[in-house]
């Protein structure tokens, strides 16, 4: 017992209370100072003590209202890992896309708005970001008039730089460009280091937008096996790189923490490993940082960023997933391909809102976005699990279901020779919208991505059981008949 550190004997001490009903599911732990004093311990031991519980996933933080116990549920299983052909392919994407885009959820009249990945509008800080907006159109007209600076607000810039500080992952404010989404960054990583033809090597499943930039640009996509909790496989990677085959691989995409659509998250060993893989075989690593910030408890994974230190990784993300959508700002931290990413800017769209990046520079300087950030984690976090939970109830046994530990989104893989396009189908003729499996790369046809950004409404559960009823309808209509 000398041996176990104070902070983990007593998390197990705990953790042993909830596991066996002792301490009631939901109940209310002690806070920090009246943990250390029970047991006799530092406040920073108490510290520890809660955080890995959190980790563990036994205790769950409320923000300014303290701690509670969570039971897990039974186990439920996990959608299986990928096995792609990993050969490079031309790829096409359906135009189911475009109809996630066109439905507003906000009218009660419109398709249930489960497809495209977007946070609730009532989770976002868009009063703050008006009244800010408002301030700097009255104060400096010009960023109305113009196009503003190249590369984006230095002032934004800076916060940007320093919350990546926070971290451990420094960058230089010169090679910050500020771009049109996350979406505009990686079109510029992807021009600035492939020629059409060129492969691309992409995670399976991927985010459907990676493979309409690859098509829009004539490269080839190149899937490798993933696991949907811990991500890429590095192995695989590595065996594809070493091979023959892999001689026309330019570049590497990788959505290394809450991946969109799986909610994987690599570990650190698997980053250090992906960065210097890359490196030594001479392929671009571009990374997508896009829910990076939407960690739902401990501290912000380290970004693949972290672990390059010659500048070979294009870190790229954007606000639309945890601030603003419709603003269109993000970023790309291009290392020693500054220079021409930012020619490929000016060439594409010349500059980003002017207006808009000083708006959110002060919500970030002022305290406002760290705030938000801390509800906006909280509650996806809340709508996920329930959301989870309405599946786990309404599809059919042997459907897997992927528990994130970030972001709001939720992949599920249905039993049997399961049809998620007749799926799509049947559920957009009653007004219910999701992602499609088949989106998310080759294959995939049994699985769906729900969002569970928006608030969890009676609206929403209806629609969750109705899919868990149309899903079981598939799978007995796909059922061998008896002879």
């Known amino acids: 017992m000398a041996d176990i550190p104070a902070y983990r004997r007593i998390a197990d001490e705990i953790g042993k209370l909830i596991l066996e009903g ?214 695989a990677v590595e065996r594809l790189l070493s091979a023959a085959n892999g001689r026309g691989i330019r570049a590497c995409i990788v959505s290394p923490t809450n991946s969109n659509p799986s909610g994987a998250t690599m570990s650190d060993a698997d980053k250090a490993a992906l960065v210097a893989l890359c490196r030594r075989h001479g392929v671009a690593l571009i990374e997508d940082d896009l829910y990076g910030e939407l960690q739902f408890s401990g501290a912000r994974p380290l970004p693949l960023r972290h672990f390059d230190t010659h500048g070979e990784v294009m870190l790229c993300s954007s606000f639309s997933k945890t601030l603003a959508p419709g603003a269109r700002v993000g970023w790309i931290a291009a290392g020693r391909h500054a220079v021409e990413v930012r020619r490929l800017k000016f060439a594409a769209s010349v500059t980003t809102a002017p207006l808009l990046q000083e708006a959110i520079a002060d919500l970030l300087e002022g305290g406002v976005y760290d705030r938000h950030l801390r509800r906006l984690r909280a509650e996806c976090e809340r709508q996920l699990r329930q959301v989870t939970q309405w599946v786990i109830e309404a599809f059919p046994v042997g459907t897997r279901v992927m528990q994130p530990q970030g972001g709001f989104l939720l992949w599920v893989q249905l039993p049997g020779a399961a ?27 049994d699985c769906l991505r729900i969002n569970c950004g928006q608030r969890p409404t009676p609206r929403i559960e209806d629609a969750i059981r109705r899919l868990g009823v149309l899903a079981a309808e598939l799978a007995t209509d796909l059922a061998p008949r008896a002879a």
């Open 419 to 445: 049809d998620a396009m007749a799926l799509y189908r049947g559920a957009a003729d009653e007004g219910i919208e999701f992602a499609p499996g088949p989106l998310f790369g080759s294959g995939f046809t």
């Open 22 to 235: 002792h301490i009631a599911d939901g109940a209310r732990l002690p806070a920090v100072r009246e943990l250390a004093m029970q047991r006799g311990t530092s406040v920073t031991t108490a510290v520890e003590v809660l955080r890995l519980l959190e980790r563990r996933d036994l205790v769950e933080a409320r923000p300014r209202v303290g701690y509670f116990a969570r039971r897990p549920r039974p186990g439920v299983p996990e959608p299986a890992m990928s096995r792609p052909r990993m050969q490079a392919r031309q790829v096409r994407v359906s135009d189911v896309v475009a109809q996630m885009f066109s439905a507003d959820g906000d009218d009660a009249s419109r398709p249930v708005p489960l497809g495209a990945a977007l946070p609730g509008p009532e989770l976002l800080p868009s009063a703050a970001l008006q009244r800010a907006t408002a301030r700097w159109t009255r104060r400096s007209p010009r960023l109305l008039t113009g196009y503003g600076l190249l590369d984006g607000s230095p002032r934004l810039r800076r916060r940007l730089a320093a919350r990546y500080l926070r971290c451990a992952t420094p960058l230089d404010v010169p090679e910050l460009l500020i771009t049109n989404g996350c979406m505009e960054a990686i079109n510029l990583a992807l021009r600035a280091v492939c020629r059409p033809g060129d492969g691309v090597i992409v995670e399976s499943p991927c985010y459907f937008g990676f493979l309409q930039v690859l098509e829009a640009l004539g490269l080839k996509a190149c899937e490798v096996p993933t696991h949907p909790r811990t991500g890429l496989s590095v192995a």
